[in-house]
């Protein structure tokens, strides 16, 4: 089965559900390809999402914000949109199922650098909550 992340710039909700959903599927014993892009990519992961993603032990440092063009559409099971942005403007997939995780934008929220950070972190945890229930669901189905 394969599943794609989609949002706007790739930089973080999308990136952090590509690492969540990759480390629980392993923790799951579940053959998946799991896919992340934006359909504006930015040209580096936000800071902020390093860092709350290194608080909860996932190194993202390695990833690179990638264009939908990476996805191999032919062969997605599942697209799921993190963002209004990215559902209106990212193309039609003949994925067999669509899911819409309507997200805030951790980046553009204003306020102080702590503030901010909480603000990721709460994205964060919407983020793998939402990926554990998709995956344990799978799983379930999958029995």
């Not at 706007?8 to 390809?33: D, P, W």
């Not at 997200?103 to 702590?114: C, I, K, N, R």
Request: with cysteine; hydrophobic share 40%.
């Amino acid at each position: 089965m394969v599943i794609a992340f989609i949002c706007t710039g790739n930089s973080a909700r999308s990136q952090m559900a590509e690492a969540f959903a990759k480390m629980v599927a392993s923790q799951l014993n579940l053959q998946l390809e799991i896919y992340s892009a934006g359909s504006q990519p930015a040209k580096e992961i936000n800071p902020f999402a390093l860092e709350v993603m290194a608080e909860k032990g996932i190194d993202i440092s390695h990833q690179k914000p990638k264009g939908l063009e990476t996805i191999p559409y032919e062969e997605v099971d599942i697209v799921i949109t993190l963002c209004d942005s990215a559902r209106q403007t990212c193309p039609i997939f003949p994925a067999q199922r669509h899911i819409h995780w309507d997200l805030q934008d951790p980046a553009a929220f204003e306020g102080s650098l702590e503030a901010k950070r909480e603000f990721f972190r709460k994205i964060r945890d919407d983020i793998e909550e939402r990926v554990w229930d998709l995956l344990q669901s799978l799983k379930v189905r999958n029995c």
